[in-house]
């Protein structure tokens, strides 16, 4: 399975890695040629740089449908768009799954209520401040017990 990933950094290249490391086929794409270190530190407890390992990595923007395409989203079974940006998260998301047929595709959305919206329009939303806020309840709920 081809996995795209759009963003490389810690949630971006944590997944990056540990789809390399199931045997999936991984590209990255990132604004940020620096953000390539993510993907070589600690990769399988090994000392070779990610391409070794199998990986792809592609510096460009993820608004232009050129990088896009130089990642290969027209190969990618799964996209995860896990920008810093919600506004980009969903714009490349819907790119992904309407302009390219990807049948897989995951957004990061930081705002719980875009979050919600977006799901509904099917996208698969990741939304950790949603799931922060469900931990704090949830640790309230205890009633101080620990």
Not at 50 to 57: D, Q, S
Not at 64 to 93: H, K, P, Q, S, Y
Not at 97 to 106: L, T
Request: proline share 1%.
């Amino acid at each position: 399975m081809m996995v795209l990933i759009v963003g490389a950094g810690r949630v971006g290249s944590a997944v990056a890695k540990s789809s390399l490391a199931a045997g999936h086929t991984v590209s990255v794409l990132d604004e940020d040629p620096l953000s390539h270190e993510r993907l070589d530190a600690g990769q399988a407890g090994q000392d070779i740089s990610w391409e070794e390992a199998g990986g792809r990595f592609t510096v460009g923007t993820a608004i232009e449908i050129d990088a896009l395409v130089a990642a290969g989203v027209e190969e990618a079974d799964v996209f995860i768009a896990a920008t810093r940006g919600d506004n980009t998260n969903i714009l490349v998301a819907q790119v992904a799954k309407k302009r390219y047929g990807v049948e897989r595709v995951i957004v990061r959305v930081l705002d719980p209520a875009r979050s919600d919206w977006y799901a509904k329009q099917g996208l698969h939303t990741v939304c950790a401040v949603k799931l922060g806020i469900q931990m704090f309840e949830d640790a309230v709920a205890q009633n101080g017990s620990v």
